[in-house]
């Protein structure tokens, strides 16, 4: 951990502004989700409006996959704090920018440009997490990032839908928040590996003798990328669903992601108990098992209340996953290319949500939405399956 000599800053002061850091992807989503119909209406005129007004909201997705390893590379070989700085002020310009565009194109331009400074920003709050913390400090703090993030899109859904009912443009105002956080960026959090001095040097010479770990790297994100992918079948899918169950009503879809999103932040809060008691591979085998568990038990239902309760199982598994997988990931490489890695992290994780709907689409057109919810259960099954028969091996071994 960084200590105090170098950081004047308080550790208080330096979660709450990791913490800050991390909610802003939650306000580039959320709060704008609702206002989707009514910008849809605003642009009627435009070809492809069907589309276009549906990538105001997905776009920065795709261009967070894309730049997040390039933002990862400069990162680790420029330092992370001014690539932090400069991400957070993109995000604020090119966030506000919203409110005032009056042209399709232009808004669509002006979140891919939203989407490079998350790419940035969430390599860069990965990077620092592990710079910051570790051992047991670094999973009760990815623990209560976890947390953090899913009570923030409970909070930032229930914004965008009171500011949808006004004006579809005050939702891009929260990107206002970027300059109150700027200068806290500036003034509280603190760059290890900065510098052209002794330090750095050292932190090179590390660099050249560590070996990068690709199998397990690979792995890694592969993982990442399969979980995301099914996370996200819950966005993507549940509304469909409910509409198979019987339930046609917008809000009932709104409240069985907001109990899934409950379960996964109350879950994250206890995940530092969990691996400090059962070990990385452990809570990922009990993770993955939770999450089949509770797939099948959505893809299963007849009612809507057996939807809320299997959803609370899924995500109890989710929130174990969210942080347990970071965690993982930056214990087992070298600090030399943590910048690199927390970029693939994150592409990992948005190409698995782009591809969520590719994947469970055919089998929701071949059989249901409740059939993809069993088969992409049994997935999740065999990677549990697979972490249960590595722990049990290097049990027997040991």
Known sequence: M??????????????????????????????????????????????H????????????AVFIAVFAPLAGVIADRFGRKRLLAASVALYGVAGLSGFFIDNLTLLLASRACVGVALAGVLTVSTALSGDYYSGRQRQAFLGLRGAVVNFAAVGFNLIGGVIASINWRLGFLVFAFAFILLPLVAAILHDKYSGAGPRREAFRRVAVAERTPVFFLTLSFLLTAAYAMAFFMVPV??????????????STA????????????????????ARARFGAESVMAVAFAL????????????????????????????????????????????????????????????????????VTQPIVNAFSVGAAYV?????????????IVFVLVRRAAA
């Open 2 to 47: 960084i200590s105090a000599s170098e950081s004047a800053a308080s550790p208080l002061a330096v979660k709450v502004t990791l913490l800050m850091v991390v909610s802003l992807p939650m306000m580039a989503f959320a709060p704008l989700s609702p206002s989707l119909p009514l910008i849809h209406a605003e642009f009627a005129g435009t070809p």
């Open 254 to 273: 709104g409240r069985t992601m907001a109990v899934s999103a409950r379960a996964v932040a109350v879950t994250s809060l206890a995940y530092s108990r």
């Open 49 to 60: 409006i069907d589309t276009l007004s549906r990538l105001v909201l997905t776009l920065p």
């Open 291 to 358: 999450a089949a568990l509770g797939y099948y038990f959505v893809g299963s239902a007849d009612s809507v209340p057996q939807v809320f309760a299997a959803v609370v199982v899924s995500g109890c598994g989710y929130g174990l996953l969210m942080a347990n997988m970071v965690v993982w990931i930056l214990d087992g490489t070298p600090a030399a290319i943590r910048g690199r890695v927390s970029g693939g992290i994150a592409t990992a994780t948005f190409v698995g949500q782009f591809l969520s709907p590719l």
């Open 375 to 387: 088969a992409v259960s049994a997935g999740l099954g065999v990677i549990a399956l697979g972490f």
């Open 237 to 250: 899918q549940m509304a469909f669903y409910l509409r198979e169950l019987g339930s046609s009503e917008s």
